[in-house]
């Protein structure tokens, strides 16, 4: 069986990094982008960082960050992942797994099979893909659901991951439907844009398991 992998985005407090490792994430997001609520500052993700035990992957989120101050946040923070949620090109996600040991995620935004399709340009640059919903303010962390139907019956060209508006009530119901290997939730494991919520963080984490477990 293979294990569900969990990740809980945009967290920026020790207590709530703490419940998400508790709860069995296997991932942690650090988000670095001014224009999110969730944003930490690169010394703040630094010490956030170290909080984190070994067992779970810390994944630092960019959005269109260019080159040197790119640099500049890997070598602070020192993360497992670097997910890229903007316009990033090809070529210039190649340069960085060119130039790192990260593994690296692309994240897109899917509001038709014709998106679905454009994903595999980032095959031989990307290790995993992260399908979101398209559409909101923000490059992700809106709250909007991905319509799980345009998944069916995709051939999936690289690992990926499945984000947009999922929580506790639904997350189970988009593992049986997508058979997701990984999902991802920001919003809804919040009492509020940015503020993370440990109840909920630990609803999630049981419900993505428990689905995981009975597909099996």
Request: glycine share 8%; net charge neutral.
């Amino acid at each position: 069986m293979t294990d569900q992998l969990i990740k809980i985005c945009g967290l920026s407090t020790e207590e709530t990094i703490d419940a998400a490792v508790e709860a069995g994430a296997t991932h942690i997001g650090l988000v670095h982008f001014e224009k999110s609520p969730r944003h930490v500052s690169i010394e703040d993700a630094a010490r956030l960082r170290t909080r984190v035990p070994k067992s779970v992957k810390v994944v630092l989120l960019t959005v269109n960050m260019e080159p040197k101050p790119t640099a500049e946040a890997l070598q602070e923070i020192q993360p497992d992942v670097l997910q890229l949620h903007g316009q990033e090109k090809p070529a210039w996600i190649s340069m960085i797994r060119e130039n790192s040991d990260l593994e690296i995620w692309k994240a897109l935004g899917v509001k038709d099979r014709a998106a679905l399709e454009r994903a595999s340009q980032y095959k031989d640059c990307a290790h995993r893909l992260l399908y979101d919903a398209a559409g909101g303010a923000l490059p992700g962390g809106n709250g909007l659901a991905l319509d799980w139907r345009l998944l069916l019956n995709h051939r999936h060209v690289l690992p990926w991951g499945l984000a947009g508006g999922l929580n506790a009530a639904n997350v189970a119901d988009a593992i049986r439907y997508t058979g997701a290997p990984l999902v991802d939730a920001s919003s809804g494991v919040e009492s509020e844009p940015g503020v993370k919520d440990i109840t909920r963080i630990k609803a999630f984490c049981e419900a993505a398991r428990a689905a995981r477990a009975k597909a099996a």
